[in-house]
């Protein structure tokens, strides 16, 4: 198969950003693999960045690690979910990689003095990423999401590169979907077309003409509405496919398919209509919604970050799907590290009424004492702990000063001059770090792991080899390994060549497992996570 044969789906923004256009460019795809086709997806993000990596997760949420390291934007964590499949930096495109590799290529001659420019440079540049990643993921459709709302200045290339795309290969060949809000206004009761309309007509203008529009709502939209958006923005109301805020975002596509936008796909690009099979999908939905309240588990996530629920939107998702799969409700409660350190009361209350105790990964020093502060609370009191990658240094490091006794134990991450570093860089990454090159100093990407036989982390995988993702410059440092293995603190899992510490834990304790990497990257709502599945059990039985 050629690119050739793959079809293109452009997922558009309208009226307003954050409205959930990846979940529903994600879901379209869920939807088409449901009718066995294969699928692959790529995201443009119209920012000059050209490492999503180093983005704050104040201001973009999480960092999305794929398994060939690349670094992306959470979208791409949706898309894996929805998707079921592995993405890799074919998937995830910025304005900023664009330009370098222009202007690289510039430098080396390819250009021959010629003048550089938006048109046709950029846009060529962002059709023959198209190409490459349809030639080399093979997929029957490639779903492309634009970032950012049409309209915006910097996603302009993007919709010129969309239009030429349109017009080369034809309406068989590519598709339009538009995302747009359809505002509520309290005081008028009423849900207002205008705004559609107007992204429509910007959509228009670059010669963009949608063949789906998915109205986003924050209620029910009645046929009325989806008829005025028909005859203004000129397409079949069958094609407008109302997507109201439901319960859960695995409902997206059920809810799409039950305004059979498959058969506007398959009809659009005039295939055999397929019915795709969403059984897993509604089993799950079933689960979701009837979870037993009496089985709740209630998981305190002690973070810095807490009040930006995306920037740990991998891990929320993770310990959903583990709590679905045990039928059971689930309440993350945030707890914030540094007012642990500060003895707040409700704090404290929110930590010692958890039935689980997790510390997720992160950088920097900033309430490292207080997430120090709540591993010792789960140790000494037997509550289920899953620390993730800082998590897991965060773990040691309590462990180390209060079992092991090597009085003020640190990473040099926190304390370059702790006298027991028992987390430490390795020479590598340092040196990197030292010619300011941040990206690059990172272990990134997937790596295998052997496990211990006798462990709880074999106990969830039932295997000995597993490959996991990673996302840090420290490690566990090998000179402390026999003190800590001693005093209690297992290594139960190990690079291949046994050189660096992937997984610790503590056999005396009912479930605590603090692992080096990210697993949550690789939990997929219809397939939990092992480690999240048995810190979610184990954190079920804590209560009664
Ligand atoms: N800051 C730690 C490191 O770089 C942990 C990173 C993380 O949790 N992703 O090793």
């Excluded at 791409?76 to 499949?85: Q, T």
């Excluded at 430490?424 to 295998?448: D, F, N, P, V």
């Excluded at 899992?493 to 690789?522: C, M, N, R, Y």
Aim: proline share 4%; aromatic share 8%.
């Amino acid at each position: 198969m050629t690119s050739q044969d793959c079809k293109y789906i452009f997922v558009t923004g309208g009226v307003v950003s954050g409205l959930g256009k990846g979940i529903a460019a994600a879901s379209i795809g869920a939807i088409l693999k449901a009718c066995n086709y294969k699928v692959f997806s790529l995201k443009f993000d119209p920012y000059l960045n050209v490492d999503p990596g180093t983005m704050s997760p104040y201001q973009h949420g999480e960092v999305f690690v794929l398994d060939d390291g690349t670094e992306t934007d959470l979208d791409l964590g949706h898309y894996e979910r929805f998707l079921d499949e592995n993405l890799s930096s074919l998937s995830n495109l910025t304005t900023g990689q664009i330009y370098q590799e222009i202007l690289d290529e510039e430098r080396r001659g390819k250009y021959l003095g010629k003048t550089i420019q938006i048109i046709p440079h950029i846009t060529n540049k962002i059709k023959e990423k198209a190409f490459e990643a349809a030639k080399i993921s093979q997929a029957d459709f490639l779903i492309m999401e634009v970032g950012g709302t049409v309209g915006d200045i910097e996603g302009d290339p993007y919709f010129e590169a969309a239009r030429q795309l349109h017009n080369e290969l034809g309406g068989a060949k590519v598709m339009f979907v538009h995302v747009a809000l359809l505002p509520y206004l309290k005081v008028s009761h009423e849900l207002k077309t205008k705004p559609i309309q107007a992204s429509v007509r910007e959509l228009r203008s670059r010669g963009i003409h949608p063949d789906i529009i998915i109205a986003r709502a924050d209620y029910p939209v009645d046929k009325e509405h989806l008829e005025k958006i028909s005859l203004f923005c000129d397409l079949p109301s069958s094609a407008v496919i109302p997507a109201p805020t439901l319960k859960t975002i695995y409902e997206v596509p059920i809810s799409l398919e039950k305004h059979k936008i498959s058969e506007i796909i398959f009809d659009k690009f005039k295939l055999r209509k397929k019915e795709p099979d969403l059984k897993a999908w509604k089993k799950l939905i079933k689960k979701i919604k009837n979870g037993k309240a009496k089985h709740k588990s209630r998981i305190a996530m002690v973070g810095k970050y807490t009040e930006h629920g995306d920037a740990y939107i991998s891990i929320i998702e993770s310990l959903k799907a583990a709590a679905a799969y045990h039928s059971s409700k689930l309440n993350i409660e945030w707890v914030v590290a540094e007012k642990l350190e500060q003895k707040d009361k409700k704090e404290w209350y929110k930590l010692k009424n958890a039935d689980g105790i997790l510390i997720p990964g992160g950088f920097g020093s900033r309430g490292t004492e207080g997430k120090i502060l709540a591993a010792r609370f789960a140790r000494e009191n037997k509550v289920p702990f899953l620390g993730l990658c800082l998590g897991m240094q965060i773990a040691t490091i309590e462990y180390a000063r209060n079992v092991t006794k090597l009085k003020d134990a640190n990473s040099s991450e926190f304390n370059s001059r702790t006298p027991h570093p028992v987390i430490h860089i390795m020479s590598e990454q340092e040196k990197k770090l030292l010619k300011h090159e941040y990206g690059a100093s990172m272990r990134l990407g997937s790596w295998t792991c052997k496990l211990s036989k006798k462990s709880k982390s074999f106990k969830a995988y039932n295997k000995d080899k597993i490959s996991e993702r990673h996302r840090h410059r420290y490690e566990l440092n090998n000179s402390y390994r026999k003190q800590l293995e001693d005093s209690g603190l297992h290594i139960t899992g190990t690079s291949v060549d046994g050189l660096l510490a992937e997984i610790v834990e503590i056999p005396s304790h009912p479930w605590f497992v603090g692992v080096q990497f990210h697993p949550e990257f690789k939990s997929r709502p219809l397939r939990p996570h092992p480690l999240f599945r048995d810190f979610i059990e184990a954190s079920l039985k804590t209560k009664v």
